[in-house]
């Protein structure tokens, strides 16, 4: 990311109080046009993203749509830098194809692991993985793509474990997200 000070925008001063938490301490606009973010409403959230989670972990720049925000951290305060970029849309193309061509790649892989394992399953490993999907489902909702995941199924092999335990009364429908069917144990 190149930097360049004609892109900066605003400038915004998270503090952090013990009690109340996060809180808009100052803000200073560069650019009266670009009105990008209401801050007073997004302290906490930027707080949050760059100070949250693991030390070490934490993100030193966000890149949204319209603008990116780079942060420093100092004490329990937080520097925020709002900044509009410039020229970067042909850059996040470029990204996206090859986001979308390792996606596919990825995708065909899966493809190709699940077709050797379903081929050389026996009786007895679907039998085990019936019993492992009627676990997950205690106590807890899951959706057809999301159990598929876990066992690296085929929809149509999905489908076929998920039918013979519903026909053996071991799960039930529990609503829809989306297109996709929820289940639980029963």
Same mark, same amino acid.
């Given at each position: ?38 801050? *007073?409403?997004?302290? %906490?959230? &930027? ?10 972990? @934490? =993100? $030193?720049? /966000?890149?949204?749509? *319209?603008?990116?925000? %780079?942060? &420093? ?10 900044? @509009? =970029? $410039?020229? /970067? ?98």
């Amino acid at each position: 990311m190149n930097f360049n000070e004609k892109e900066l925008f605003s400038v915004a001063l998270v503090g952090f109080d013990l009690i109340n938490g996060p809180f808009l301490k100052w803000k200073k606009k560069y650019d009266e046009i670009n009105d990008f973010v209401n801050l *007073d409403d997004f302290a %906490v959230n &930027f707080y949050l993203s760059f100070r949250g989670g693991n030390a070490g972990k @934490k =993100p $030193r720049a /966000i890149l949204y749509d *319209d603008f990116y925000v %780079v942060a &420093f951290p100092k004490d329990l305060e937080l520097c925020c830098l709002f900044m @509009k =970029p $410039r020229g /970067i849309e042909t850059n996040i193309k470029n990204l996206n194809k090859i986001a979308s061509r390792i996606m596919v790649e990825m995708e065909s892989d899966d493809d190709e692991d699940v077709e050797g394992v379903s081929k050389s399953s026996d009786v007895d490993t679907v039998e085990e993985v019936k019993r492992l999907i009627t676990n997950i489902l205690n106590d807890t909702e899951m959706s057809t793509p999301e159990l598929r995941k876990y066992f690296k199924l085929t929809n149509s092999e999905i489908w076929k474990l998920i039918s013979d335990l519903e026909s053996d009364r071991k799960i039930k429908r529990t609503g829809k997200k989306g297109r996709a069917q929820l289940w639980t144990a029963i």
